[in-house]
């Protein structure tokens, strides 16, 4: 299928990039790896007119580790944080997500940056940086701009980022010791999207939660983060009726819709189990489990 | 709209052509190349079909436009095997394994076999089933290519084969 006819660069710097999506206004979109993009041209449910590709950009695919935070350039690619030993090390919940995203030869060429600037309520990364409280580098006119992960989602497809605004790095924070997170998702068969995805991540002290990140794919508008269920756990230790009732606050406050994937009911239900299971991983890989 | 010259290295001879920037890299392989072991299966990234070997990843070329594979270098089932006649040891695996029925999945197949193979060795089953998740067969129920592909990994292994020279893949895990 081909998509509508557009007219294509490929610029070598971001300031090329910002000075055509200045130029072409709302009839420019940026193209990543295209892994969503490119699907959507081709069944016609959208057209642009202009296509801004940063493939031509070298400096945008990176992974740097440093004590406090991991950087990952918006460009890099989604199998290449899975090889990497830095994000198996330090983000258990991200190795999960990227194990479970689309599949292996959709991650050999989608990207980091495209999955999150998406906004797609059914991506998996969303969710994933919403509960490690990650932030994002945004680079525009005036210079760089940090929009933290918990403002950056703002509808379905719609995004904190500015019409002239390239997403340029995502700045992970390291979470300290007895800490650790997990990612479950719930779908049928690879090629669909998920009925439902729960991404949990916790760190301890002394057995109870001192911090805790939690939210939700593919169950509203958009991805979803749960302060409710957050705040709830705070000063809790492992226990399966903690676990239940946290996952409770987070079906109550999930706006799923009924869809071909299921019901309400049914999707609340299937969010019910897997944030009880990435609850109990999480706890587990904190070292909260005895 | 305004066509773009695109030069594409594919199993090692480069193609230069003026296209549409909405042309596909899997019409390019067929169409400007004439390499037509390339197929379009679903057309809509599910399949795998049209999987081909890109700068060292397998990649679903119906999802990737000419224009952003300008400069890079392709494998596809063509360019596998190193001598005319003779089949590539994951090729022959299959063959001997009866991973294909209809066999228009199967170049998809196994070209990502053998970036699943390169990429890392010794691989347990389950990698290889994860690793096919986005190549869809509908006629084998996979056993056999689940089989064909332990075989080829068995085949590299005797005959140490792996073509890190020829053609680069990209290691991981």
């Known amino acids: ?290 | 709209m305004t066509e773009k010259e695109v030069s594409i290295t594919i199993n090692g001879e480069t193609k230069t052509a003026e296209v549409e920037p909405r042309m596909l890299l899997v019409h390019f392989i067929r169409e400007i190349a004439g390499l037509t072991g390339t197929h379009v299966g679903c057309d809509t990234t599910n399949c795998g079909a049209c999987t081909v070997i890109m700068d060292g990843r397998a990649v679903k070329s119906c999802t990737i436009l000419a224009v952003q594979a300008d400069g890079k270098k392709i494998t596809t089932i063509e360019g596998l095997s190193k001598t005319p006649g003779k089949l590539h040891p994951v090729q022959k695996a299959f063959v001997d394994k009866h991973g294909l029925q209809c066999g228009y999945c199967t170049s998809g197949m196994v070209l990502t076999s053998f970036w699943l193979l390169n990429k890392k060795k010794k691989v347990s089953e389950e990698e290889i089933r994860e690793a096919i998740s986005g190549n869809l067969c509908r006629c084998t129920g996979y056993e056999s290519i689940v089989d064909s592909i332990e075989e080829a990994q068995r085949n590299l292994e005797k005959e140490g084969e792996y073509t890190e020279e020829e053609i680069p893949v990209r290691r991981g895990r």
């Open chain 1, 1 to 290: 299928m081909m998509p509508p006819a557009f007219e294509y660069y490929a610029p070598t710097g971001v300031d090329e990039v910002i000075d055509l999506l200045e130029k072409y206004g709302d009839d420019a979109k940026i193209l990543a790896g295209g892994q969503s993009l490119i699907p959507l041209l081709k069944s016609r449910i959208t057209a642009i007119p202009y296509l801004i590709s940063l493939s031509g950009i070298k400096d945008l695919s990176y992974i740097t580790e440093s004590s406090n935070a991991t950087r990952i350039g918006a460009m890099t690619v989604d199998s290449d944080l899975e090889y990497s030993d830095t994000i198996r090390k330090r983000y258990p919940i991200l190795m999960d997500a990227l194990g479970k995203l689309a599949d292996p030869l959709v991650r050999n060429m989608g990207t980091v940056g495209g999955n999150i600037s998406h906004g797609d309520p059914s991506n998996d990364l969303p969710a994933v940086m919403l509960a490690l409280k990650a932030t994002f580098v945004a680079r525009g006119r005036g210079g760089n701009r940090n929009i933290k992960a918990r403002d950056f989602f703002l509808d379905t497809f719609t995004t904190a980022l500015e019409h002239d605004e390239v997403l340029t790095e995502i700045s992970i924070p390291v979470w300290k010791e007895h800490s650790g997170g997990s990612y479950v998702k719930f779908e049928k068969g690879t090629w669909n999207f998920s009925v439902a995805g729960s991404a949990v991540q916790l760190r301890l002290e002394n057995g109870a939660v001192v911090e805790a990140g939690i939210a939700i794919t593919s169950m509203g508008p958009k991805a979803m983060y749960i302060p409710e269920a957050e705040d709830y756990l705070l000063g809790k230790k492992f226990h399966k009726s903690v676990i239940s009732e946290a996952a409770d606050i987070v079906v109550e406050k999930s706006q799923p819709s009924p869809d071909t994937y299921g019901s309400v009911e049914y999707k609340k239900n299937i969010l019910k189990r897997i944030t009880m299971e990435a609850l109990e991983n999480a706890f587990r890989r904190s070292g909260g489990v005895k």
